[in-house]
């Protein structure tokens, strides 16, 4: 036998069992065979018992050095009695876990393949713009000419400083290395500070506020929280005719209090909704600066504090976004 663990025990029965006999055999023949065989009978049970068993474990043994080879496709799952069995059960239940991880592991390296290869095209974008301005501003003579390429230097310029801060936030979040404040914030307070950077580009686009804010306090970053606010206000604004009007009404009830942005813009074709709010997703009347990052942001800053953010809308009647900040998370 190969299985020293198995042979041992099993000379060591024999050799019981011949002792015994020659005892018996001493006193009475008759007692002496039938000692022989029952020892016998008992060895050989036990000898196939033991084959059975260390042929299970050399079965387990097997697979197992066929899953750290990366085979995850069989199937070892038995739901008979027994301590092998119930071994067994346990080990599928862990390899169906690392399956589980393995495959995540596969679309996480695909989505950072994907996500690189965006970022590489939002940033060659400006990139190409800038290098073309800055060789006609070396060739330029004309002063007016040379502000014109500086202007638009500087244009480019912000576009990638704002894409990759926003690039950096997205990644913080993913990464899960941000600590959100949780203090009670009032939501005014809050759609208020979001509205500043735009009162100027609403008043440009001769565009009507409408506000009908009933105040509450919600537990949030506020600097985070106005900032998910003012990219969504953004994208409303750039959707939204000059003349238009946007609407931001905050009602509570009792499981949730919500913030609901609307516009009365072009809105948005069925088929492209479910995907406003993937990165650097843009929609056929997305505008040119725009690189589908803001509302991915949004969505993520909301998430990772226990609040949702989802859309409706009708194509030539405008988008409602609507923010619910649940009172209670079960």
């Known amino acids: 036998m190969k299985n020293k663990d198995a042979f041992i025990p099993q000379v060591i029965s024999v050799a019981i069992t011949l002792i015994i006999s020659g005892i018996c055999f001493y ?84 989505y950072l393949s994907d996500s690189l290869a965006d970022i590489s095209h939002q940033l060659k974008t400006p990139l190409t713009s800038i290098m073309v301005m800055t ?30 801060t926003n690039l950096l936030k997205l990644s913080r979040l993913d990464a899960g290395t941000v600590e959100f404040k949780t203090e009670k914030v009032s939501i005014d307070e809050v759609i208020k500070e979001s509205l500043k950077p735009f009162m100027i580009t609403l008043d440009l ?27 969504i ?46 990165r650097f997703y843009r929609g056929k009347n997305s505008s040119t600066d725009s690189v589908g990052i803001g509302l991915a942001l949004s969505k993520a800053i909301f998430g990772k504090q226990k609040a949702s953010l989802g859309a409706q809308s009708k194509v030539g009647e405008g988008t409602t976004f609507t923010i619910k900040f649940y009172k209670a998370i079960i």
Not at 144 to 149: I, L, N, Q, S
Not at 233 to 259: A, M, R, Y
Request: hydrophobic share 40%.
């Open 27 to 110: 006193f009475n023949i008759a007692a002496g065979f039938i000692c022989i065989f029952l020892g016998a009978v008992l060895t050989a049970i036990a000898i196939i018992s033991n084959n059975k068993r260390y042929k299970k474990l050399n079965e387990l043994n097997n697979y197992l050095s066929s899953v750290c080879s990366g085979n995850f496709d069989l199937d070892i799952e038995e739901n008979t009695e027994g301590e092998l069995s119930i071994l067994k059960n346990n080990l599928y239940k862990v390899i169906v876990i690392l399956r589980s991880q393995n495959e995540m592991l596969k679309k996480d390296k695909l």
């Open 135 to 164: 060789d006609l501003l070396k060739d330029s003579q004309s002063d007016e000419k040379r502000a014109e390429f500086i202007s638009v230097i500087e244009n480019q310029s912000e576009k990638m400083k704002w894409l990759i």
């Open 205 to 231: 686009k001769n565009i009507n506020l409408n506000l009908e804010t009933e105040d509450f306090l919600i537990q949030a970053d506020k600097n985070w929280t106005a900032e998910a606010f003012e990219n």
């Open 233 to 278: 206000i953004k994208n409303c604004i750039e959707h939204t005719p000059p003349n238009g009007c946007i609407s931001i009404k905050c009602e509570q009830t009792n499981l949730f209090d919500f913030v609901t942005v609307s516009d009365n813009g072009c809105g948005i074709e069925p088929e492209e909704l479910p995907h406003i709010f993937e």
